[in-house]
Structure formats: C-alpha cells, structure tokens
C-alpha cells in the first residue's frame, strides 16, 4: 500500500504528546476580548448549571428534555476553559499553526443577515411546537 503520508505507530503519537519542546508564543492582540468572552461563557455555564438543576427538580419541566441543557453548559465551560488557557499561555508548541483571526471577520450586512435569519427560525420553532 502506497501512502503519501507516513503511519504513524502508538509509540509515535505517545511520543510527541509527552514532548516538552516549546517556544515563546506571541502575544496575542485579543487577550482582553478573550478574557472577557471566558468570563462571560464562564457565567453562561454557570446559568445553565442553574437551569437544568431547577428544570430537573420541578415537576412540570421533567418531560421536556431539559437534560440537554447539560451538554450546553458543558460546552460553555470547555469553551471558557479554552479562551482563558488561550488568552494566559506564554509559550507554544513549535509544531503549532499559527491561523489569523482577520480571516473570520464579516460585515455587517452579513451579521445582521444571520441574526434575521435566527430570529425567523426561532419564531418558526415557536409558533411550530
């Protein structure tokens, strides 16, 4: 079998997560916005937390399916935990790719376009149920 990519084996792969190779990483120009966004995902975690323990222990609410409202806090907090080790990490793995923000940046035409858009499904969903 002809492969352009090498195999690697388990020794390989376990081999370069214990690697202790690191550079200085640059300093990133949205460690304030990152901050921000961890603290406020922190408490988007926390409110759902909130949510889907009165959800759970109220009677009316068990027949909803708010135990999904877990997986959302979850992914709150695992995206909060990622911006702030983002934001305070002083060094990089070398092996690391470096992918510039301004790439995802849009217009406002199209934010504005997305929210109508968002705003009709959610009527939608409402008015459907």
Known sequence: MD???PLYTPKDIFISFCGREATEAER???VQSGIIFHKILFVCALACLVVGVFAMQSEGLRGYGFEAIFFLMLMFLSLSIYL???AKDKVKDPKALDIDIAIFRTDKAFNW????VIVILTILYIALW
């Open 113 to 116: 376009g997305a929210l109508g």
């Open 28 to 30: 990133w120009q949205g």
């Open 84 to 86: 702030r080790s983002n």
């Open 3 to 5: 492969t352009k990519y």
